[in-house]
């Protein structure tokens, strides 16, 4: 399985650490030093929705595949304002696909999880070209009174159009309880039946724990899946982790012992997007020029569950179309 699209989309409204210090106990050094986040986007005047199809659509259109020739849509998302219909199938009628669709629940590794899907289905015969889309609205969960959850997340959509070929080395995707320290709670509807109240609870996160976990999880799936592949740190050239935490990838990356240079980031500039980080800094990089063909990239992520999905693939160059403008600011 290869890559042979990508498209990402953000919300117009920035929000500056100065602009949350405006209502929040916080400040820009504070955040800055914790997370290495100077902005972020969310979503004010768009949906949801608008965003994936901006995403999905520069995907589809940089992959040279009609809508008509996708054979299966991924949906990668934690919570929208549906609970139904899934985000795949509204995403599905306004692209005019007709095909089978699915969301997938893989918290912030919910990419490479359905990439690893779409590998399945591509490998067995089931499909040949599928639409990933990876579409978050973190920013939704978080109790925007306090500052331990509300500075770090934002909203965004990274897509990718997958279909057959040499690309995909290999997957490594883990999953284990830790329930207590990353939760957010929906109300439910009352019935006769249940006399215990429901209630939303925004998003609770053991800070430290979280750290932890995604230091120690993404560091053994980076090992083993080198490993297992009979390569070392120094075969790959680029690395692109999850975009939570810039300590977070600072950390792995010292494990690895590996340069800065082999570790783009944009979350000094997006923050948190959930799944949507890793396809939306792909974006980035391969209409920025910056991923080569022939490149070795190790993906990585970690989310809420506690699950965590790692890839290697062999990069081919896109051909996009001629656009006026870049869709953002490469990254850095």
Known sequence: MKI???????????????????FLETSDSWITTRTGIKTRRLLSKETLGELAITAATAALESSGVA????????????ANSYVTPSMSSIILGLLGCNCPCTDLNGACAGFIYALDIADAFIKTGRAKNILIVAAEEPSRFCNWHERETSVLFADGAGAVVVTE??????FRVTADTHTDVLYYKRAMEATPYDRVESKTTPLVMQGREVFKLAVRACIKDCDII??????TGEDIDMYLLHQANLRIIDSIREHLEQPKEKFPTNLQKYGNTSSASIPILMDELSRGGVLKDGMNLLLSAFGGGFVTGAAILKWSSIDYPEIEEPVHEPAV
Not at 7 to 22: C, F, Q, W, Y
Not at 165 to 170: A, I, R, S, V
Not at 226 to 231: C, D, H, P, S, V
Request: with cysteine.
């Open 4 to 22: 042979i699209g990508t498209g990402s989309a953000l919300p117009e409204k920035i929000v500056t650490n100065d602009m949350l210090a405006g």
């Open 67 to 78: 809508p008509e020739n996708i054979d299966y849509l991924i949906c990668s998302n934690v």
């Open 165 to 170: 070929g040499e690309g995909f080395k290999d």
């Open 226 to 231: 080198l490993e297992k592949n009979g390569m």
